[in-house]
């Protein structure tokens, strides 16, 4: 069964319940092959708020520490089902990722090319899974450039700096 992983930003929300909706209202034509299948679906929200304070705050030039929780962090997920095809959209409230995280993407892109070399998964596993990692690493690199131009702009703004000519 063809399975695929989707990941959203927040403000995709409201498109994706306009398009399921469109999709599950859509009538069905009796010559149709998709007739008479069921769509199932599930959904579900874990608490990812951290347990131990004071926790850094991602992002900024200087380290900032919470040490109360205002809000609850949640990943949520929506899972639908025709018996052919199964469709996983997660969103997480975060916007940052660790070492960990993209490891865990790699190690997901290798277990599904292994299924399908294996002809226990479809190629859309591997194509889905290889571009989440690729996406992972992406913003991983990003938050480490914004980190390093943000030491630069604080040693700058402190009146420090070097010579180019002696790196």
């Not at 069921?38 to 990812?48: E, M, P, T």
């Amino acid at each position: 069964m063809p399975r695929a992983l989707i990941r959203l930003s927040v403000g995709m929300h409201v498109a994706i319940v306009m398009l399921l909706a469109s999709v599950c209202a859509a009538p069905s034509r009796a010559d149709d092959p998709g007739a008479g299948r069921v769509l199932r679906g599930g959904a579900f929200a874990q608490d990812i708020t951290p347990q131990k304070l004071p926790i850094s705050i991602n992002g900024g030039y200087t380290d900032r520490l919470v040490t109360s929780v205002h809000d609850r962090l949640h990943a949520r997920c929506l899972v639908l089902d025709d018996g052919t095809t199964k469709l996983v959209i997660v969103v997480c409230d975060s916007c940052a990722l660790s070492r960990g995280v993209v490891d865990a993407a790699k190690q997901a892109a290798d277990v599904a090319l292994n299924e399908y070399k294996a002809g226990l998964a479809p190629f859309t596993t591997v194509i889905v899974a290889d571009e989440t990692d690729l996406t992972d690493r992406q913003t991983l690199l990003a938050i480490e450039q914004n980190r390093l131009l943000a030491s630069v702009a604080l040693i700058e703004a402190l009146g420090g700096g070097w010579d180019s000519s002696s790196i």
